[in-house]
């Protein structure tokens, strides 16, 4: 199945604002519960925020807890990521990630998700 692209990436000066967009990974975005993750430069990929099918339920990485919104459209079948102060340690590659099985409490784990996007780019300058 061929991997969707995130788009909305770029470069921006510490303190400053993006908002990347990815269209839902495998399937209709009203099925999946979605998240976004991201990998640093030499280091693991890691959670950053997950949103239930409905978008009443929502978790952050404290990492970005109180600077980044996720939100989806599910009319649009599309995933969001707003984030706002950005941070040079925020610099990395951005992946959505969807999951078409019920919730689980470890929608923290890669393991948990079935389909990803192809990555997105965000680089934050001090």
């Known amino acids: 199945q061929v991997q969707p692209v995130e788009s909305g990436g770029g470069l921006v000066q510490a303190g400053g604002s993006l908002k990347i967009s990815c269209p839902t990974p495998?399937?209709?975005?009203?099925?999946?519960?979605m998240a976004w993750f991201r990998q640093p430069p030499g280091k693991e990929r890691e959670f950053v925020a997950v949103?239930?099918?409905?978008?009443?339920?929502?978790y952050y990485a404290d990492s970005v807890n109180g600077r980044f919104i996720i939100t989806r459209d599910n009319a649009l079948n599309t995933l969001y990521l707003q984030m706002n102060n950005l941070k040079p340690e925020d610099t990395a590659v951005y992946y959505c990630?969807?999951?078409?099985?019920?919730?689980?409490?470890?929608?923290?784990?890669?393991?948990?998700?079935?389909?990803w996007g192809q990555g997105i780019q965000v680089t934050v300058s001090s």
């Open positions: 495998g399937g209709s975005s009203s099925d999946a519960i």
């Open positions: 990630a969807s999951r078409f099985a019920p919730w689980t409490s470890n929608y923290h784990y890669l393991s948990s998700y079935e389909y």
């Open positions: 949103i239930s099918k409905s978008g009443v339920i929502i």
